[in-house]
Every structure is written in structure tokens, then in C-alpha cells.
């Protein structure tokens, strides 16, 4: 099976839509929430999955919202729609297996069960 139907494979995004549902979070720029999502897909999947698999499917702009510092001052947080969620879920629960496991021992940013902590704590071990 080709990469891009494994990505878009239903039995993928029921497990994708799943995690993007109990994950929660605030709406996009669209202003589509997780609770409207299923109602979202029945009715835009076909065009959407179509644009995916021509590759011209674009996400859309997040939504900038500024959170306060614990210090002080606020951070920029870019929140994206949560159809573009399901679609970056879906294409990451399908390329982890492949190039995770060709990724260094000792890298820890952004890795499925590893943290910052892991990596603090591994330096303190070398140390």
C-alpha cells in the first residue's frame, strides 16, 4: 500500500479523529471545534481527501492567541484548525515507525516517550 493511502486509511483516521476529540483544545481561525469535527468530515471529507491526494490541499492559517508568562509578559501560541490536527496527526501516526527508529539514541525533542526531563536526566548521568 502506497504511503498516502495508509495516511488517509480509515482505520488511521478513526484512531486520528479519536486523539484529536479527547485531546481537545480551542477551535482554529475557522472556528470549527473538536466536538464539530465528525459533523465536519461527513460532509467536506471527499473534496478535502481528494485535495490531499492531488497535493493541493493548503492548511490554514493558525489562530494567534497570546498566553501569559509565568514571569511575566505573554508568548505568541499558534492554534491551527482542527481538520489540519487530524491531517498532521494522521500523516505523523504513519511516518513515526519508519524514521523513528533510525533516530539517535540521544535525541529527545519531539519524540514519542521522551521529554525534556529524559533528556536532563541523561545529561546528568554523563555528567
Known sequence: MVLSERILARDNLITVL??????RGAPGIDGIS????????????????????????RLAPVRRVEIPKPGGGTR??????????????????ELTPIFDPDFSPHSFGFRPGR?????????????
Not at 473538536?34 to 460532509?43: A, E, K, N, S
Open 34 to 57: 473538536t466536538d464539530q469535527l465528525r459533523d465536519y468530515i461527513r460532509t467536506h471529507w471527499s473534496s478535502i481527501r481528494a485535495q490531499l491526494l492531488e497535493g493541493t490541499y
Open 115 to 127: 521529554s525534556a526531563h529524559d533528556a536532563v536526566r541523561q545529561a546528568q548521568r554523563y555528567i
Open 18 to 23: 479519536k486523539r484529536v476529540e479527547a485531546n
Open 76 to 93: 505568541q501560541l499558534g492554534i491551527p484548525t482542527v481538520m489540519d490536527r487530524l491531517i498532521q496527526q494522521a500523516i505523523l501516526q
